[in-house]
């Protein structure tokens, strides 16, 4: 399957394929076009879920990915992997974040549910350009939950502290971390989606920007720190390329010949 393919490509989405706004440039847009015509595979490597990528599927054909953080991994509509979080581990996360007031968001292939509705986590929401999801404290009873989502301005020490041997945290942005099964990565869903689909002996090639990618950027052979990302990915990666909302994606792709 798919072996005619020189290479697969790797993209985080936000900070790194995405603009500011959270939608795709179109010389972004067309630089990927252009990246699969080459007889490059390429892919999304990302924290969001399935459901949320429409906005970056449409403009650059991409329908091949690695999402919630390595959790669930598809091309062209086949399911290659998927790791599901316990119902009894994910109601032990909602009692623990009562304590602090923080809120647990719940995903499932295509829904989001909240515990609860407050000003905080619609904000939230709304700052990541993603529908505030409705409430619904149950919802890990109904459905499989690849991903959820402890929304916090605080750090994840008080939660990998206690669950640590069951879950993994990654604070991705000021107010969000993800968490995930022990063992779940971008990097491990990357493993499962290049053997899936016999890509294993082609050259890979990963673009990020933030926490939740330095297992990728550590790992993949070809990794691309974008200009706005945290210096631990900077210093991980074999080539630094301009930040997303400066031409980026395409620098990036250019220095390695491959549009």
């Known amino acids: 399957?798919?072996?005619?393919?020189?290479?697969?490509?790797?993209?985080?989405l936000?900070?790194?394929?995405?603009?500011?706004?959270?939608?795709?440039?179109?010389?972004v847009a067309t630089a990927i076009h252009k990246l699969r015509d080459n007889g490059y595979l390429p892919a999304i490597s990302t924290g969001r879920a399935p459901s949320e990528l429409v906005d970056v599927?449409?403009?650059?054909?991409?329908?091949?990915?690695?999402?919630?953080?390595?959790?669930?991994?598809?091309?062209?509509?086949?399911?290659?992997?998927?790791?599901?979080?316990?119902?009894?581990t994910v109601a032990k996360v909602?009692?623990?974040?009562?304590?602090?007031?923080?809120?647990?968001?719940?995903?499932?292939?295509?829904?989001?549910?909240?515990?609860?509705?407050?000003?905080?986590?619609?904000?939230?929401?709304?700052?990541?350009?993603?529908?505030?999801?409705?409430?619904?404290?149950?919802?890990y009873e109904k459905e499989e939950l690849p991903m959820i989502l402890v929304v916090t301005p605080d750090g994840p020490e008080r939660y990998s502290k206690i669950?640590?041997?069951?879950?993994?945290f990654y604070k991705t942005g000021p107010y969000a971390i993800d968490t995930?099964?022990?063992?779940?990565?971008?990097m491990n869903g990357i493993k499962h989606l290049l053997s899936g689909l016999e890509l294993e002996d082609k050259p890979v090639y990963a673009f990020g920007d933030g926490p939740n990618d330095l297992p990728m950027i550590k790992e993949v052979k070809h990794s691309v720190a974008m200009g706005n990302g945290i210096d631990s990915v900077k210093e991980a990666a074999e080539f630094v390329t301009t930040a997303n909302t400066?031409?980026?994606i395409v620098n990036g792709l250019k220095h390695y010949n491959l549009i």
């Not at 991409?62 to 086949?78: E, L, M, P, R």
């Open 1 to 12: 399957m798919n072996k005619d393919y020189k290479g697969t490509v790797f993209f985080d």
């Open 14 to 27: 936000d900070g790194t394929l995405m603009n500011e706004h959270s939608k795709i440039d179109p010389d």
């Open 57 to 88: 599927t449409g403009p650059t054909g991409i329908d091949t990915y690695v999402s919630f953080n390595g959790a669930y991994v598809q091309s062209a509509g086949t399911t290659i992997y998927k790791k599901n979080i316990s119902p009894e």
């Open 94 to 139: 909602i009692e623990e974040a009562k304590q602090y007031n923080d809120i647990i968001t719940m995903h499932s292939l295509d829904k989001t549910y909240t515990i609860k509705s407050t000003k905080f986590v619609n904000d939230f929401y709304k700052s990541v350009k993603i529908p505030v999801p409705g409430v619904d404290p149950k919802f």
């Open 163 to 168: 669950f640590g041997d069951e879950l993994t």
């Open 180 to 186: 995930i099964a022990k063992g779940v990565s971008k």
């Open 246 to 248: 400066d031409h980026g």
